[in-house]
């Protein structure tokens, strides 16, 4: 490293300039400056490498540290006198290259500067390499990043044309799809459930139904009630929408919310007969909307409810098919009564 100023900041200018006539073989010029005022102002030239405060001034190590923060590529040493060891592992564990002794010795001194300037040569080069570095770690991760949010699209895009597919089987379903969200959304919220829960529970309601792409056709649209072996069938529709949900690592917070749906609070639903708050929160919320909403729109096998009717109808299996927790707090949302009592907590 060649063409630099290693800055000296000493109370007795006149002790370096031997020093200084000692550097100029090395093309190196040596600035002294009697104070740390002096030395802050040096510090802010662009051609100085080194900084070389003498312990004779007051605190130095912290002078040191604040000519550091004005110019972070400085490297520095202490000039100490040969009683201030202790002072010298201070220096080293605040970052000193390495430190001279009083009086001033040129030859030897030269050679510690000549190691120091190497070792900060070397330091420069890490820490480009390093800023270089994560440049290029922040570069990729952006990447991946736009990478990952133009698969997550593609994946909900793909959902949705199965959606599709499924609404071509069935055309009640993309309507009720929307309204069971909707609702769900409602519901999570007076239950107290966290905002980011309430985003899963909104898209498993979005696609509680997707299962249903497995189901058979006539027994999907089927009339009239089901026979034993058609409603085996029709159970199978969760465990469908597992197998279609799970691959997409973006919809795993919603894949068990959407295989529970049809849990019952006795544990005598499926797939797999959960009971009470074994059931995730957000099967038991969607729960409560779906049974709502097919009984107060109208099915291929009967007609609509009156909302009041369909109200007691989800009151009479409070404790049996639903939460009774979500089933209060449900009825009185659906009457437009204020809620008295504090909502109860998710579990």
Request: contains cysteine; glycine residues 6%.
């Amino acid at each position: 490293m060649g063409n630099g100023e290693i800055i000296l900041i000493i109370p007795r200018p006149e002790e370096a300039r031997a020093l200084d006539e000692g550097l100029r073989d090395d093309r190196l010029s040596l600035v002294s400056v009697p104070g740390p005022e002096e030395g802050l102002a040096a510090a802010r030239s662009a051609s100085a490498h080194l900084v070389i405060v003498d312990s004779r001034i007051p605190r130095p190590i912290e002078v040191a540290a604040q000519i550091r923060r004005v110019n972070p590529a400085l490297g520095y040493l202490l000039l100490l006198g040969v009683e201030e060891e202790e002072l010298a592992f201070e220096a080293a564990r605040r970052g000193a290259y390495d430190y001279v002794l009083r009086p001033l010795d040129v030859p030897r001194t030269r050679l510690r500067l000549r190691v120091a300037l190497e070792r900060h040569s070397r330091a420069l080069e890490e820490r480009a390499y390093t800023v270089m570095l994560e440049d290029r770690v922040l570069q990729r991760t952006e990447e991946m990043l736009q990478n990952r949010e133009r698969l997550r699209t593609q994946v909900i895009n793909t959902i949705r044309a199965l959606e599709r597919a499924l609404q071509a089987k069935n055309d009640y379903t993309e309507d009720h799809s929307r309204r069971v969200a909707e609702t769900s959304v409602d519901l999570a919220r007076a239950m107290g459930v966290p905002q980011e829960k309430i985003r899963h529970i909104e898209l498993a309601a979005l696609f509680h139904d997707i299962g249903k792409i497995g189901v058979r056709d006539d027994v999907l649209n089927k009339v009239g009630g089901l026979t034993t072996s058609e409603y085996e069938h029709v159970k199978l529709h969760p465990v469908v929408a597992e197998q279609i949900l799970s691959p997409i690592e973006e919809l795993n917070p919603i894949v068990e919310i959407v295989k529970h749906e049809h849990e019952r609070w006795d544990g005598r639903g499926y797939p797999d007969g959960l009971q009470g708050p074994q059931i995730p929160m957000g099967s038991r919320i969607i729960a409560i909307a779906d049974a709502w909403d097919s009984m107060v729109f109208d099915r291929v096998y009967r007609r609509a409810l009156a909302p009041a009717e369909a109200l007691r109808e989800i009151e009479r299996n409070a404790g049996v098919q639903f939460d009774p927790d979500c089933v209060r707090l449900f009825c009185s949302l659906e009457r437009g009564r204020p809620q008295e009592a504090s909502p109860s907590p998710v579990r």
